[in-house]
């Protein structure tokens, strides 16, 4: 198994652009999650989903969009970057109730 | 709102020093109680997890961690630590069956020196 699986690993913006990053599992976990992670204040969940085609808003999660139409896909869209979206980002998956959450490599995107 | 402290923010060790990393929950609820580790330039692993039964968790490479529901505290801990233990910690915490939202503390920068 190839686990929890992320794209890009690095991604440089201009603030205004629009991108996607990807998130794969090969674990048929139900549940999947996006965190950022930024110095000093630890992981943040953006946004996570119960199944597909079920999401739902984590603690940040303005200037974000998921969708999960699959159980093995969960994309992140950021609409417009900004500066302040320069960060690590994480996708995590897990089976409901009681399942650790596996974490991918992370994606570090910096927004000029 | 839910919130995870650690309050050691930055740790140096010299090898075989003993560790405790601290961690406070705030949440009163059934909670589900995590060890992450991030080694440099790499992705978070878990170190050990409490969901029930005995407090006393033991998990991977030595590390052990104490839930002590009345102080709200799962601290972290391993007798002798290594060079290679050098890394960050993080301590995270979901409510009941909520195993995908996790919160985290701010995280611990452990470096330990030969």
Redesign the interface.
């Known amino acids: 198994n190839a686990g929890v699986t992320q794209t890009p690993k690095f991604q440089v913006l201009k603030t205004g652009q629009s991108m996607t990053l990807q998130c794969a599992q090969d674990m048929n976990h139900e549940?999947?999650?996006w965190?950022r992670q930024d110095p000093?204040?630890?992981?943040?969940?953006i946004h996570?989903?119960?199944g597909a085609g079920i999401t739902d808003q984590?603690e940040v999660p303005n200037g974000y969009n998921v969708s999960r139409s699959t159980t093995e896909d969960f994309p992140l869209r950021l609409l417009s970057a900004a500066p302040s979206q320069t960060s690590v980002y994480?996708c995590?998956s897990?089976?409901?109730?009681?399942?650790?959450?596996?974490?991918?490599?992370?994606t570090r995107l910096t927004v000029l | 709102a839910q919130s995870?402290s650690?309050h050691n923010?930055h740790v140096i060790l010299s090898e075989a020093a003993s560790l405790e990393l601290g961690c406070n929950y705030s949440y009163g609820g059934t909670v589900?109680l995590?060890w992450?580790v991030q080694y440099p330039g790499?992705?978070?692993?878990?170190l050990l997890?409490y969901?029930s039964g005995d407090p006393l968790v033991k998990g991977i490479k030595g590390f052990e961690a104490e839930f002590i529901k009345s102080k709200f505290s799962f601290n972290l801990r391993k007798p002798s630590v290594q060079w290679s233990d050098t890394a960050e910690y993080?301590c995270?915490v979901s409510r009941g069956?909520a195993?995908?939202?996790?919160?985290?503390?701010?995280?611990t920068l452990l470096a330990v020196q030969p």
Do not use: C, D
């Open positions: 549940y999947m999650s965190y000093g204040m630890g992981l943040r969940l996570y989903s119960v984590g994480f995590a897990s089976y409901p109730k009681g399942g650790e959450q596996f974490f991918g490599p992370g | 995870v650690q923010h589900n995590f992450y790499q992705h978070l692993q878990l997890k969901f993080f995270a069956g195993t995908n939202k996790l919160i985290f503390g701010t995280g």
